[in-house]
């Protein structure tokens, strides 16, 4: 039970109390206004209040009936008994308890007139024209629908209800749970989109373990199957970085729809296309989340929603621009803005996939060419030739949007100021009828001087009257204005002012609110009038300074408002995890609820859901995750169902690597994920070319059960070539050569058993038993040598949190270890070694700085096959790959990155490295004066088959006596694919 319960009950009782009271009001209220109608003088009498006993606050309300100095003793002590009623609100949504506290004053306002010549106007909120707004598609440059929102917020143009299609559907939603559009603009500014949008690197690499990582960063197509079964994939994509992304905003945003999307700020309509029946399907209920992600589900790039029987995928289709939609709102006002793309010209129809855009953009033009005519205004900037796809300079489509829509305002004001004037004039079209004059009460002095201004015309101008009204109300200045035509034809009007709050006082009913202040909200709305709009501002602040203090589900459950010391008073409710219900994969159960931050009873919260939700992705077989709170009906608590995709347990992972080393070589692992329910990894890979063949069979736990300790079993079997490189003495001392004189092979086979733990998702400390058999040989040997046999125990830890393997833009990698041999075996073979190496990645915009030092020792016993070396592109410039050897190494190196601006096919970078370092074959030889330094350049493209590396590079060393500079040759290095 959640800990407001005791709270309800006892408010339930108060409430049976309250419905008592009121009922005695509403008759006596009636009889106060009988006697009122013979008084044309409207006041105020004294605030007069009781105190009710109520745990958080007593509630005051004052009696603000209108009454007249006539008035007797007998009435004063009938209101007197009135004042005990105080305001009742509705539990469902704190917008509707504004109406109640004000209708708890409207109410003492009755009318008893057979002759229709009393009306008052009021909630004007509700009956004002209502102004809908249609977004359309058009991937980026839809984000100049923010731009058009922000200058229709600063020019107060109401938007009540809002359609999106598509990108549309984004800035819809964002808007529609509580986001300003200057709050947007800068969450749009600061998102990385190329990120979000990428295909290749659709997960943050920072959400799996080390394991997983290391079997990912060497894969280049999955294959997946189900019980042996291939499973075809729905799309290349299934976006869970843009999800995740768009969850985090949903559950961080100031209303929460709970299934009915009406109960946003905004009534929110996602407009989508369900493949089954090719229709165009317009979703306002169930999973907000699910919507918008259905609405811009591009087909073949991101994966459909399925929603009961329906397939949907993006609403672009068909209604790219959904004015269409808006009429179930039956607004009085459309807008529909327009950022489609345009048609790719003659010369970009060189290759399939524009042109099979183009042939889909010439279906929707058909469905889109209506918009213009069924909108009322109708906005189409010019984004000039801006892709779709190009998600750079997005403040620039912004300022398009804010700077073309100015010229619209004055329209959408003219239109909506016509149609407020024709309702006020259908209203009050009975009691304005042959009026010659008017009696004015209440008003405040500039409106007051308007409005008497209008006594001066003969006859009464009643157009102008309607003018001035429209004006007044539209300012929601007043919470009423009573209009009563005398007899004499001239028309009594009286306006009842709204309350100034004195003070806001904020109460939590959970008490789980700590170190929050609100006292900037007091002070910012104290003497504010209590009308709609300063009562949405307030709410609305409370909840955005509770989310920004990782309260995501405090809400608003309750408001009260004391008319006697004008104190407008919010109890605010923490919601708790009431259950959590896992549905699609039974076998999963048990790893789905051990990767979740967040269990029954404690504080719900968007990190701990969207962290949760990204830990259950990381799973290598279920895809598809929903996640679905709902508010339980009873309590104050979250009911999360968590809905998950089985898509198969088995896969085969392809590895690609070709370069001047090794040339062409393959990657290939067969995996059983989950062998045993319980998470269990079932692996067999092999791995090589003509120069190196790899093997190994392994099992391993990446979680023991419900813990963070990690296990593996591993056979393995490895033979590798390696190239004996000489450095060759030239007549001129400033150069050396460098000359192949042999190769030697290494054959190594043995067993492993790890155990560990897991560093949060970033790294692990283990140790691990190692068993192995090894030879080697040169291949000038005719016999092969025996194997021989050592035992060792390693002590290492791994902590990894680059982003990416290649063109890492942020993070580190640590590895460090210390082997040494556990027994003694036949061929008593001993030795130790110690192991430590760092770099990280340092990025300023495009520019990246990567730091990196290695250093080694072993003892003199340490096998050949055991042994440091360096060389190669990635390496050491100016050497080939294992060019020196030994058992003592010491490596430093610093590399400058810089991203193109523009691209070559691909993403390009270009790179220049300094190496310096080298390799000794025993710990007593070291001397710095043998230090070589490599320094080389690199042009490197980031490509769907892994990045493609071609640059060249030379070493050199430091000469004395006399001092000098001996150069090596240049060398030439390439490599196209993944490191395996």
Known sequence: ?????????????????????????????????????????????????????????????????????????????????????????????????????????????????????????????????KVALALSGGGSRGFTQIGILKTFEKENIPIDYIVGTSIGAVVAGMYAVGYSPFEMDSIIRNTNWNDISAIADEENRSDYFLDQKLIRDRSLLTLRFKEFRFVVPEAISVGNKFNAFLQRLIWNGVYHDNGNFNSLRIPFKAVTTDLISGETK???????????????????????????SMILVDGGLMANIPVKALNEFNPEIKVAVNTVSPLLKYDELDKPWNIADQVVSILMKKFSDSASIDADIYLQPDLGDHKNTDFNNLDSLINIGEIYSKQFCNQIKNKYVKILEQKINQKLSSLIKNINAIQINGFYTPDSLLLQNLNGNNPFDNSKFISILANIVTKDIYQSVIFKKLPNNSLQINAIQYDKIKKIKIFDASSSLTNISFIDINELFSDSLLNYKNFIKISESILKKLRKAGFSFSEISDVNYDYGSSELQYIITTLKIKSIKIEGAENYNFLVKRELNFSEGHTASADNLVDSWENINSLDFISNVEMNLQKDSNDSCLNVTIKVKDIGDQTIRLGLRVDNERFSQLGIDLIQENFNNLGTRLALRYSGGLRNQSVNLKAENTRIFNTFLTSALSLYYNNINKYIYQNVITSNRNKFDKKRIGETIEEQHGASVMLGSQIERKGTLSGTLRYENFRNWNDTNEIKPHFKSFATIKISTIFDTEDRTDFAVEGSLIDMSLESSLFSTKDKISFSKVYFHYHSNNSLGNHTFKPSVSFGFADITTPITEFYSIGGQDLFFGMREDEIRGRQIALASLEYRYKLPFTIFFDTYSSLRYDIGYVWENFETIKISNLQHGLGGILAFDTPVGPAKFSIGRSFFFLKNPNAVSWGPVFGYFSIGLKL
Not at 75 to 83: A, D, G, Q, T, W
Not at 282 to 293: F, R, T
């Open 1 to 129: 039970m959640c800990s407001c319960r005791i709270f309800r009950l006892y408010w339930f009782f108060f409430r049976i109390r309250n419905k008592i009271m009121n009922i005695l009001f509403k008759h006596i209220s009636n009889i106060l206004f009988e006697i009122e109608n013979i008084f044309p003088v409207p006041k105020k009498v004294n605030n007069i209040h009781s105190k009710n006993d109520f745990k958080y606050k007593n509630i005051h309300k004052k009696n603000p009936i209108i009454n007249s100095t006539h008035i007797t003793p007998l009435l004063i002590i009938i209101s007197l008994f009135i004042s005990h009623y105080p305001v009742e609100c509705k539990q469902n949504d704190y917008r509707d308890k504004f109406y109640e506290i004000i209708n708890s004053k409207n109410e003492k306002i009755k009318f008893n007139d057979s002759e229709n010549s009393t009306f008052i106007l009021n909630d004007f909120n509700q009956w004002r024209p």
């Open 282 to 308: 317009l979703l306002n209920s169930g999973s907000l989340i699910n919507a918008i992600k259905a609405s811009s589900s591009i087909p073949l790039r991101y994966t459909p929603v399925r929603i009961d």
